[in-house]
């Protein structure tokens, strides 16, 4: 995703973290988290 620039570096850096602790289940959970907060953009 951040290769794509769906995320900025900032918040990749912010949320490898928190996936690194184990605060989200699953892949999905990560990506339903970032697009609740608004943090994913799409791409053109």
Known sequence: MR???K?????YRAFYLKAKGGQFKSRKN???????????????
């Open 30 to 44: 990560l990506i339903s988290h970032l697009q609740m907060g608004g943090l994913l953009k799409e791409v053109k």
């Open 3 to 5: 290769d794509s620039e």
């Open 7 to 11: 995320i900025t570096r900032k918040t």
